[in-house]
């Protein structure tokens, strides 16, 4: 269904999970690998792809959730005394971060992705290599304040982008 839907999913399938990274509460899943200069001429290690979420997600493995979006309000050592300067915002603090770099630098082979399906109100479910499955779910929660509930977005051809947001499909 996602290739009606949403076309531009189709270069997704067979790349690598290469790195996640966080923005506030918005979290980036990096796919494949490329490098791209930035205004002030250093180049950057990012994804081929890029999937910008900015809405309700988990991954499970065989079945059972092991990573969920209400993950980054826990200290990443959850078995830790509670530490009163904790601040979710902070990269690598909370537990969300901690368990999806494990995800994705705990593997001997990269993690592929094998298939894409959406429906029409906007959630994606990814499958990945070992029983993994990503759902995106802007039904069951967004962002307050965004414009945009996920985007898929090309590093090196930034006009290659498809997003779903409150008015629907979005391309630019």
């Known amino acids: 269904m996602s290739e009606n839907l949403f076309p531009e999913m189709q270069h997704l399938p067979g790349l690598p999970l290469t790195k996640t990274t966080r923005l506030g509460q918005v979290q980036f899943f990096h796919f494949g690998k490329a490098h791209i200069m930035n205004a002030s001429g250093l180049v950057l290690d990012v994804g081929a792809w890029t999937l ?9 493995e065989a079945g059972a959730v092991i990573i969920r979006f209400e993950d980054v309000e826990i200290p990443k050592d959850a078995q830790a005394l509670a530490d009163p300067a904790f601040d979710p915002q902070v990269p690598g603090s909370n537990l969300r971060d901690r368990k999806l770099q494990e995800l994705v630098r705990g593997q001997q082979e990269p993690i592929r992705v094998w298939q894409i399906t959406a429906s029409p109100e906007g959630d994606l479910t990814i ?30 051809q930034p006009s290659e982008a498809v997003g779903f947001g409150p008015d629907g499909v979005e391309r630019t």
């Not at 910008?52 to 499970?60: D, G, I, T």
């Not at 070992?130 to 090309?154: C, K, M, V, Y």
């Open 127 to 156: 499958t990945l290599e070992g029983n993994r499955l990503l759902h995106i779910q802007p039904s069951q929660g967004i962002l307050e304040d965004t414009a945009i509930f996920w985007r898929l977005f090309s590093n090196p």
């Open 52 to 60: 910008e979420v900015a809405c309700h997600w988990h991954l499970e």
